[in-house]
């Protein structure tokens, strides 16, 4: 009685059988990296925009920052601006609509 091993074809049939494993468990590994490829590059984005707020949350700081230090140096009356109407008149144009 022949041994299995010894058979024609046996060790071809082990031979697919464990390539069948190797495929199935390559598209798995496959499947897992693109979502995780998917979740990072979302994280990505939503990390990109909460960088952008933050980036103009700093601007308006700064900005502030700037505004209160200067006032906080009064200018000597020398170093104002001249107001633009020296007679006192009120700086808004007024217009008269017609209905």
């Given at each position: 009685?022949?041994?299995?091993?010894?058979?024609?074809?046996?060790?071809?049939?082990?031979?697919?059988?464990?390539?069948?494993?190797?495929?199935?468990s390559?598209?798995?590994?496959l499947?897992?990296?693109?979502?995780?490829?998917?979740?990072?590059?979302?994280?990505?984005?939503?990390?990109?925009?909460?960088?952008?707020?933050?980036?103009?949350?700093?601007?308006?700081i700064?900005e502030?920052?700037?505004?209160?230090?200067?006032?906080?140096?009064?200018?000597?009356?020398?170093?104002k601006?001249?107001?633009?109407?020296?007679?006192?008149?009120?700086?808004?144009?007024?217009?008269?609509?017609?209905?």
């Amino acid at each position: 009685m022949a041994i299995s091993s010894t058979l024609k074809g046996m060790h071809n049939l082990k031979t697919i059988h464990t390539q069948k494993k190797e495929s199935q468990s390559n598209y798995l590994k496959l499947y897992i990296l693109d979502k995780e490829r998917t979740r990072l590059r979302s994280e990505q984005i939503r990390l990109n925009l909460r960088l952008e707020i933050i980036n103009s949350r700093l601007k308006e700081i700064e900005e502030f920052n700037k505004f209160v230090v200067a006032n906080e140096n009064p200018q000597t009356e020398s170093q104002k601006p001249e107001p633009e109407n020296k007679d006192g008149d009120n700086q808004w144009k007024t217009m008269e609509i017609d209905y």
